[in-house]
């Protein structure tokens, strides 16, 4: 059946939260056995990570791959780190793009062998990642674009269980962890819609909330060269890490809800009663609304993802024909599988398969408001 959905506006329903946890990254990639950190132009972050690492007795040593996207250092004091980073036995690499992270030769072909045999890191991370455009300024959709093809990418390269983590400035991701009192309720759809760009690649959001990177590190991306390290210290301190996670490893947490409004045209009474008679387990207790909220938790559950509500939202009879329509309210999320914007509306679309040929509700045709699919 071809039948468009309307996916309401707002993202998300539920009531914005700023409830987040402090994100540790010593404590975090520790404990993962071994960490690619991508687009560290000034390798200020993946020396402290090392750094922070040797005090609690860690080794940078067959655990620590360092990669910037420039062709060289930037300046002396990257080169400068690339080299102590060496001598901590890290690995280190310019050049190296986090969209194709797959068949790159990230470690020495002398301790492949016994090293990583790549695709396999514990851990990924990105910090700040900003698209670099030749001529002109980037973009909103570019660095979507970036988040979809570094998710994609390190999907390759992970581990079974391994975890992504990203840093973005405050409002980048779009997440409820970004959230604060002045949040707008469409945050989500005006952001990076990092969610979205994870969900692709089937990961869910495990956690997210205020950085506490290692040692003295600050996004060196986000301040210009020279300026007050205050001001890049007021990023650190309005940014949010994220920590993904494969989807079925772990519950999703700070999930993006996205609400559909479906509507239909009733079947007369006697219709409804031949279709409980012969799908008895849908028979309602409590009426038809009860029966379409059980049709939709079916649907949900067979993809995987969450059903946050299917409630009845508007009542119409015709006043000509008699005819009447109901429209349902459908809210969906992350659950055991990742929910992007997309899966969401394909879900959607399944309710009202089930809808109709369960219940015998006849869907009416509305236009997608929100435009293609991964919009
Ligand atoms: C805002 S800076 C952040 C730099 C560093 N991660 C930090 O936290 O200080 C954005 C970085 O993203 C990098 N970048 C952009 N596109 C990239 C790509 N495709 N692969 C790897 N790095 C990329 C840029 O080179 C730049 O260093």
Same mark, same amino acid.
């Given at each position: ?6 996916? $309401?506006? *707002? ?42 690492? =040797?005090?609690? &007795? ?11 996207? #420039? ?26 793009? =986090? ?20 695709? +396999? ?6 910090? %700040? ?29 992970? *581990? ?12 980048? &991701? ?7 009192? &002045?949040?707008? /309720?469409?945050? !989500?759809?005006?952001?990076? /819609? ?11 959001? +495990? ?9 003295? !590190?600050? @996004? ?14 007021? !990023? ?10 494969? #989807? ?8 993006? #809800? ?5 509507? %239909?045209?009733? @079947? ?18 409590? &009426? ?6 059980? $049709? ?26 008699? *005819? ?29 398969? $089930? ?10 045709? !509305? ?9």
């Amino acid at each position: 059946m071809l039948l468009k959905a309307r996916i $309401c506006k *707002r993202a998300y329903e539920a009531p914005l939260t700023a409830m987040s946890e402090a994100v540790d990254y010593v404590a975090l990639l520790t404990a993962v056995p071994s960490v690619l950190v991508v687009g560290d132009e000034s390798f200020e972050f993946s020396l402290g990570l090392a750094e922070a690492a =040797a005090a609690r &007795g860690k080794s940078a040593g067959r655990w620590l791959c360092a990669t910037a996207y #420039e062709a060289a250092p930037v300046d002396a004091a990257a080169a400068t780190r690339a080299a102590e980073l060496g001598c901590l036995g890290a690995v280190v690499r310019q050049g190296v793009d =986090a969209t194709r992270l797959e068949g790159m030769h990230l470690c020495e072909p002398s301790i492949q062998v016994d090293w990583i045999p790549p695709p +396999a890191f514990g851990a990924v991370v990105f910090n %700040f990642p900003y698209v670099v455009v030749e001529g002109r300024r980037p973009r909103v959709d570019d660095n979507r674009e970036l988040l979809v093809k570094f998710f994609a990418s390190a999907r390759r390269v992970l *581990r079974p269980g391994g975890l992504v983590v990203v840093a973005l400035a405050r409002g980048q &991701g779009g997440t409820p962890a970004d959230a604060t009192a &002045g949040t707008r /309720r469409d945050a !989500y759809q005006n952001s990076w /819609r990092i969610l979205d760009a994870a969900a692709r690649a089937d990961l869910v959001l +495990a956690a997210a909330g205020p950085p506490q990177f290692p040692g003295n !590190y600050a @996004p060196a991306g986000y301040r210009r060269r020279g300026a007050d390290r205050r001001i890049a210290d007021s !990023y650190v301190k309005l940014s949010v890490a994220h920590v993904f996670r494969p #989807e079925g490893s772990c519950m999703p947490r700070h999930a993006v #809800e996205f609400a559909h409004d479906l509507s %239909f045209w009733l @079947p007369a009474a006697a219709a409804v009663d031949e279709a409980f008679a012969a799908c008895p387990a849908m028979a309602p207790a409590d &009426g038809i609304d009860d029966a379409f909220a059980a $049709c939709a938790a079916a649907a949900a559950a067979a993809a995987g993802v969450g059903l946050l509500a299917a409630t009845r939202t508007d009542a119409y009879a015709c006043p000509t024909t008699g *005819r009447h329509a109901r429209t349902y309210r459908a809210v969906i999320a992350s659950g055991r599988r990742a929910c992007s914007k997309h899966r969401s509306s394909v879900v959607a679309l399944e309710i009202t398969r $089930c809808a109709h040929e369960g219940l015998r509700f006849v869907p009416r045709s !509305y236009a997608n408001e929100g435009g293609g699919p991964d919009d």
